[in-house]
């Protein structure tokens, strides 16, 4: 069974930074890319980020340059960095297993059970 296992989530203050995992079992980890999602009450789930299997990254216009995708291939892990939060980035965070990278959430074959990110101001 495959399993995607997000942490890291919390409540911080505007301007900071927290930074999620996604931990990945049953799955040849090496051969998926790993994305980043987020879904806000009452928004569509938009796709943030996305790591490829070599390595190769992607990001969203919304958090280019403050959000930062990394995967340890030992570890089967993919974490995201969050720096310079704002109040528009409280979401449920998930993260998603795919052949290959895009930014529509259909493209994605496994999920994660999501973690909450809240950003006060």
């Known amino acids: 069974e495959v399993q995607l296992v997000e942490s890291g989530g919390g409540l911080v203050q505007a301007g900071g930074s927290l930074r999620l995992s996604c931990a990945a079992s049953?799955?040849?980890?090496?051969?998926?890319?790993i994305g980043w999602f987020r879904q806000a009450p009452g928004k569509e789930r938009e796709g943030l980020s996305c790591?490829?299997?070599?390595?190769?990254?992607y990001y969203a216009d919304s958090v280019k340059g403050r959000f930062t995708i990394s995967r340890d291939n030992a570890k089967n892990t993919v974490y995201l960095q969050m720096n310079s939060l704002k109040p528009d980035d409280t979401a449920v965070y998930y993260c998603?297993?795919?052949?290959?990278?895009?930014?529509?959430?259909?493209?994605?074959?496994?999920w994660g059970q999501g973690t909450q990110v809240t950003v006060s101001s």
């Open positions: 998603a297993g795919s052949n290959g990278c895009g930014s529509r959430a259909y493209l994605y074959d496994y």
């Open positions: 790591i490829s299997t070599s390595g190769g990254t």
């Open positions: 049953g799955l040849t980890f090496d051969d998926h890319a």
